[in-house]
């Protein structure tokens, strides 16, 4: 069958009077011309270098082309600009940009590409507990595990006064007969619930877990090593750990009390709770029904419950009516009453946690942390913490060359959308590697700030 347009060659509507023909014959052309920024911010930071340190390689030294180094950087850039998939690598092998971020131009021996393929990297993400037949680069998920612990202490020359360490788990949807596989009734379908742990923006954990396990016992063994890790370097700093309802366990919080580490949960309601506050709620209720709009009160007090907890702990409740409707809620927390007063406890410190969120979302929509295909939990936490490298990495490049710039406080996928996508030509000397990018580029500020910021970091160190 005859088509409009010749084999390589794509016609569209005329436009001004002309024919608009469109080919891939650009040449030695990529379209992440960005990636020499975050190639800059991976060196400072030694990212790559150090999560490659954290995997054993058994294969025969004769016959390895791609070192382990070489294979996470590819893998990390790659989540970086929006490559999810691996068979993404097959093309991705043979760009220049990408290459150049590698240090590697072209194969070590005939007919290799300069980066690996799909089926090497595969490799690399489905190792096992010991080196078999096909998998012979083992991951230590130990000391990976620790590793983001480690980058997140050593962006600090000091160490500070007070840390809060935010704990949250989300759904992770799956689809296959993936192990591990369970259904969960809140969210309504089989899935996975990794838990996060984040200080500020910086991700500290991302553990994967099925839904079958509560994740507020959980998180203990997860709090327990930060916390043991982060004192070890740091002996005198106080820690928060918060999070909401599905953490108040008596196990976790007997931990932190008798480990010095303050807490601060969301409680979920009950009868016996609501009682409690039954005046302070007919108060808030007949404000609001006189003045017609929403009306809220504080209260804090001393708490036990029938069985489930071991002593008594400070609660926070907040009742609140709007619209004729009660919107109660309640936290439990080890703070004393003159450090802060109830109001400020729940509405700055307490719900300050719901940004943690956004950074889930990041991790998640644009670093693709919830592509969990992989038949192996073990493989499949290791593509989280691939994912969350990749966060670590572009977090690192907004921290050290964007201040005070548009993308200050941008997501993840908005600094890959505006400063790392440009399509940029190739061009190789004898003596050079010149990047010819457009003339124009909207961001070219940013660009422009953030190679001088990188230049000075690296001229530094």
């Known amino acids: ?104 131009l072209s194969g070590g021996r005939a007919n290799c590409a300069a980066l690996a393929g799909k089926s090497t990297l595969n490799r690399l993400e489905r190792s096992g507990h010991k080196a078999d037949r096909y998998c012979r680069i083992i991951a230590d998920h130990e000391a990976l595990a620790e590793l983001f612990v480690t980058l997140y202490m050593d962006r600090h020359d000091r160490a500070p006064a007070r840390i809060v360490l935010d704990v949250d788990a989300t759904d992770d949807r799956i689809h296959g007969h993936q192990e591990g596989r369970a259904f969960h009734g809140y969210y309504g379908h089989n899935c996975y619930l990794p838990l996060y742990i984040f200080c500020g923006d910086h991700l ?168 969990t295909s992989s038949h192996t939990i073990r493989a499949n936490q290791l593509r989280l913490w691939f994912s969350a490298a990749a966060y670590v990495l572009l977090t690192a490049l907004q921290r050290l060359a964007l201040g005070q710039t548009s993308l200050e406080t941008a997501t993840c996928g908005t600094i890959r959308a505006r400063l790392l996508k440009i399509a940029t030509r190739v061009t190789l000397s004898v003596r050079r590697i010149v990047l010819s990018m457009p003339d124009i580029f909207p961001c070219q500020h940013e660009f422009a700030l953030a190679h001088a910021r990188l230049r000075r970091l690296r001229q530094a160190s």
């Open 204 to 371: 500290l954990s991302a553990t994967l877990r099925t839904a079958d396990r509560d994740p507020g016992k959980e998180a203990l063994a997860d709090i327990r090593r930060i916390v043991e890790q982060i004192r070890s370097r740091w002996p005198r700093v106080r820690i928060l750990v918060r999070g909401d309802s599905g953490f108040a366990r008596d196990s976790l919080m007997t931990w932190c009390e008798d480990n010095h580490v303050d807490f601060l949960f969301g409680l979920a309601g009950n009868t016996r709770l609501y009682d409690r506050i039954a005046s302070l709620s007919a108060e808030v209720r007949d404000e609001a029904a006189t003045t017609g709009r929403a009306a809220r009160g504080f209260a804090s007090f001393d708490w036990i419950t029938k069985d489930s907890w071991t002593r008594r702990r400070r609660v926070v409740a907040k009742a609140e009516w709007r619209h004729g409707n009660r919107y109660h809620r309640f936290i439990v927390t080890t703070l004393p009453q003159g450090m802060s007063d109830p109001r400020h406890l729940y509405e700055q410190i307490y719900c300050a946690r719901g940004d943690m969120e956004n950074r889930i979302k990041e991790c998640q929509m644009d670093l693709f942390s919830d592509r």
């Open 1 to 104: 069958m005859q088509t409009e347009c010749s084999a390589g060659a794509y016609e569209f509507p005329a436009s001004c009077g002309r024919r608009v023909v469109a080919r891939f014959d650009g040449g030695r052309m990529s379209s992440d011309g960005g990636v020499i920024l975050v190639k800059q911010a991976d060196d400072i930071l030694g990212l790559s270098r150090r999560f490659a340190a954290c995997f054993r390689d058994k294969r025969h030294p004769g016959f390895v082309e791609y070192r382990v180094e070489d294979l996470v950087r590819q893998r990390i850039m790659g989540l970086a600009l929006g490559y999810e998939d691996l068979n993404d690598h097959d093309a991705l092998r043979h760009d220049l940009i990408f290459g150049l971020a590698s240090g590697r």
